[in-house]
Each structure stands twice: as structure tokens, then as C-alpha cells.
């Protein structure tokens, strides 16, 4: 079935590097994408979005970008931090009957060496 | 702005059990939503809320599961009797607009449910 999925569960990084999550889509229909960040004992915490009608947004220090030829985000966080270890999610919002449903991958898990 | 509150933060009970969850949405916020996160996957819905109208509840195990959302603020959802798969985080989380919109979910800190 169509689903959101990622490429890495777990990716490990030296404080000050950039990062780079990676994920894949499915449904080709989808219109909406937004990348959230999950600490330990949290819930998902918005880091940006982007629309199909974007290649590429930036934010502080993040930037999302998107394939639709090949159904591709990616999220690319520079000079990376020990703060930013998290487990990071792509999300899809579905359409579903006149509203939107949002769907999660599985998650990738940033770790941050100091 | 205060965020989306849900409580309790941990829960466990033996299987078979009933157990309740609360949540209180930010205020104004028009869409509720119930997620189930089993350990190491990403969050899965359950059930869409808008104001106090079920919007989509396919992933709803409606056998066990139920949730409403009286009066289009708070909303509870139960299991009753639960099983050992059930142990997950379950989170709540909410947005301003309805969901026929592209928008960002604000999510509570879950509760941490375990089945013994």
C-alpha cells in the first residue's frame, strides 16, 4: 500500500557537521509534507513544511527539500548540535474525503557527538 | 500559549483492564487528534476530531477503542478491556484550522501506557 517511510533509521553525526534525514514518499497525490522532531519522552515538535509546489524551503538552520519526480524529501540541518539529537519524522498529509490526514513515517534517530 | 495537556503521563494495568485517557486541546484549536506510538514507529492515527464531529476513525480498533470529544474541547479516549499490544504512547494533538487545510499538528507529551 502507499505509505511514508525512511531510508535510515539511524544516523550518527560529529557536533558541527550538517545532517542530512532522508524519506520517501509513495502517494504521488500528496500535496503537503512537514518534518517533526521527537525528543525522549515527548510528542512530535514542528520544524518546517513544505508545499509540492516548493523544491526547496529554509529555515534557521534547516532546510527541507522535495523531489516529485522520484517522491523524495529530505531535511538538512546545519552545524549540528547535541540539542538537535531527536528522532526526526517526514509526514504526509493524506486526503481523505474532503480533509487532510496526517500520515508518519517511521522516523530516523539523530545522534549528536559532542 | 499554553500547549496541548494530556493526562496521565504514565498508566499501567493488567490486561483485561479499562484505562481512560484526557486531553485538552489548545484553545481554539478546531481539530483533535488521537495518535497510537508503538515503540521504535512512527505515531499512527486512531481518531480525527473536528469541533465534536468524527472526521476519521478507520485505524480506530472500535471493538476496544473509543473517544469522544463532548462540547468540541476536551476530548477522552478509552480502551476497555486492553490487550498486551496495546502498550504504546498515546498522543494527542491538536490544530487551529479544520482539516480539509494544510496545517501543522501541536502534540501533547502523551501518556505511557503498559500492559501487564
Known amino acids: 500500500g502507499e505509505s511514508v517511510g525512511l531510508h535510515l533509521p539511524t544516523l550518527s553525526v560529529q557536533e558541527g557537521d550538517n545532517s542530512i534525514i532522508n524519506c520517501a514518499y509513495s502517494?504521488?497525490?500528496?500535496?503537503?509534507f512537514i518534518w517533526y522532531k521527537q525528543e525522549s519522552g515527548k510528542g512530535p515538535q514542528f520544524i518546517i513544511d513544505?508545499?509540492?509546489?516548493?523544491d526547496k524551503r529554509q529555515g534557521q538552520r534547516v532546510t527541507v527539500l522535495l523531489n516529485k519526480t522520484v517522491k523524495h524529501l529530505s531535511l538538512q540541518i546545519a552545524a549540528t548540535q547535541p540539542g538537535d539529537s531527536a528522532v526526526y519524522f517526514c509526514?504526509?498529509?493524506?486526503?481523505?474525503?474532503?480533509?487532510?490526514?496526517?500520515?508518519f513515517g517511521r522516523g530516523t534517530s539523530l545522534i549528536v557527538h559532542p | 500559549e499554553a500547549g496541548v495537556a494530556q493526562s496521565p503521563r504514565y498508566k499501567i494495568i493488567e490486561k483485561r483492564q479499562s484505562v481512560a485517557f484526557w486531553c485538552n486541546p489548545i484553545?481554539?484549536?478546531?481539530?483533535l487528534y488521537w495518535y497510537q506510538q508503538i515503540l521504535g514507529q512512527g505515531p499512527k492515527l486512531l481518531i480525527q476530531?473536528?469541533?465534536?464531529?468524527?472526521?476519521?476513525d478507520s485505524q480506530l480498533p472500535k471493538d476496544r477503542f473509543s473517544a469522544e470529544r463532548l462540547k468540541g474541547v476536551d476530548s477522552t479516549l478509552k480502551i476497555q478491556p486492553a490487550k498486551l499490544e496495546d502498550s504504546a504512547v498515546y498522543l494527542c494533538?491538536?490544530?487551529?484550522?479544520?482539516?480539509?487545510?494544510?496545517?501543522?499538528?501541536?502534540f501533547g507529551q502523551g501518556t505511557r501506557l503498559t500492559v501487564v
Open positions: 494533538a491538536s490544530s487551529p484550522v479544520g482539516p480539509a487545510f494544510h496545517t501543522e499538528a501541536f
Open positions: 502517494n504521488s497525490a500528496s500535496d503537503y
Open positions: 513544505i508545499r509540492s509546489n516548493m
Open positions: 509526514a504526509e498529509n493524506r486526503g481523505s474525503g474532503g480533509s487532510y490526514i496526517p500520515t
Open positions: 484553545s481554539g484549536h478546531a481539530t
Open positions: 476530531f473536528q469541533n465534536n464531529g468524527v472526521v476519521d
